[in-house]
């Protein structure tokens, strides 16, 4: 085969990505979905995400009620296999997806020596980076997990850990800056083959989950709490044909985060936001040169477009510019054609990312129905907020 011939194919495969087969069809094409962190899960949140139209919806167990100290894993300072009663909850939960014809991505919070951090006093906790012997209990709790759900036509991906930062506190700036990722590909060096390398963690999990499960897909978040950059210090893809590979978007966060309008910051979209050590003026065209390192890395490494997700976008709906903002997220997602899935829907502990609700506050007498302890209804109704998202369903 000539070379002309040889590029052209893997412009071609990059550009459109290929068949998955079996019952990893489902992700040959472009999926839009949403982030289900509920307390909660009823029926009538599946019958409402069926209605909306969703394609898929990516799933954490993590505030469910259990009598162990975490759910399913029942502690994560010392895994001992999966807790029976918290397991049949979320195999309850799956068929009721089922019904719905709701497709899943399981994706835990927590893992064996990485609690996550609502669940821990609002404490990081870094042991899964720090000593081999969590990652072994990760491995045997993802072993044990695939193992009993690898029987459900509905889950459709095993997503790893949500978030992952082996990079905090070890000698990362929190942000860097767009188009320059050079930062995280230096501390890789310096942490490949210890603890911090997630990389090889990764690895050692997929091992782990083919001999149990041969190939369903397993979503990979990337490092440094899911940014898209911190791919690129890593070696490789995976060799494994059924990986997706994560990244998260909330960035510039400065902006879209509930600190924005709770300390009343007044940072807008588009416009200048503080970003790392600078102030950046934040637009489409910075986002497209944030995610530049991220899309030469995957084109560099032949991963076409259908292995892509944007695990979680979001932005807090009070925000002012947040329509424009996602409506700008979602173009640059859909003109790649990669995987997404918006935070999120209808969620029950907190307001702030459940777009229905339009960009207002709840109103006085809302609050105070709360503070009697009254559960009363949220007045969710289309609106042009939820009309950027409603529109691509």
Known sequence: MSRGISLFIV??????????????????????????????????????????GLEWVRIAYDKWDTDHRDFLIGDA???????????????????????????????????????WRQNNDNKTDARLW???????????????LAKELKEFDNVVAYNIVNEPHPELEAGVDEQYKPGD????????????????????FYSKVIGAVRQVDT???????AG??????????????????????????????????N?????????VYPGPVPFGKDTIFWD?????????????????????????????????????????????????LNQNSFHWAFYSFREDAWDGYDYELGTENMGWKYWQAVERGESPPLPRKDNPLFEVIKREF
């Open 224 to 257: 440094w709490y899911g940014q898209p950059g911190a791919f690129c210090y890593w070696p490789s893809a995976f060799e494994d044909p059924n990986i997706l590979y994560a990244f998260h978007m909330y960035e510039p966060y400065e902006f879209t985060s």
């Open 130 to 144: 720090e000593d081999y012997n969590f990652w072994e209990q990760a491995i045997q709790f993802w072993t044990d």
């Open 259 to 267: 600190k924005n309008f709770r300390e009343k910051n007044n940072y």
């Open 11 to 52: 412009i071609f495969i990059y550009s459109i990505g290929y068949s998955f087969g079996g019952n990893n069809d489902f992700w040959n094409t472009q999926k839009k979905g949403a982030n289900c962190f509920n307390e909660v899960m009823t029926e009538q949140w599946f019958s409402d995400a069926r209605e909306l």
């Open 181 to 200: 990722v050079s930062q995280l590909k230096d501390w890789y060096k310096s942490v490949e083959r210890t603890p911090r390398d997630i990389y090889q």
């Open 284 to 332: 489409k065209e910075t986002t497209r040169l944030y995610f530049k390192p991220f899309l030469a890395w995957a084109k560099n490494n032949n991963i076409p477009t259908n292995h892509i997700v944007a695990g979680e976008f979001g932005c807090m709906r009070k925000n002012k510019g947040a329509g424009l903002y996602l409506q700008d997220i979602i173009e640059f």
């Open 215 to 221: 190939d369903r897909m397993i979503m990979l978040d």
């Open 77 to 115: 300072s010392n895994y001992e296999g999966l807790v029976t009663e918290d397991l049949e909850k979320l195999k309850e939960v799956i068929d009721r997806a089922a019904k719905y014809d709701i497709k899943l991505v399981i994706s835990p919070l927590s893992l064996p020596g990485a609690r």
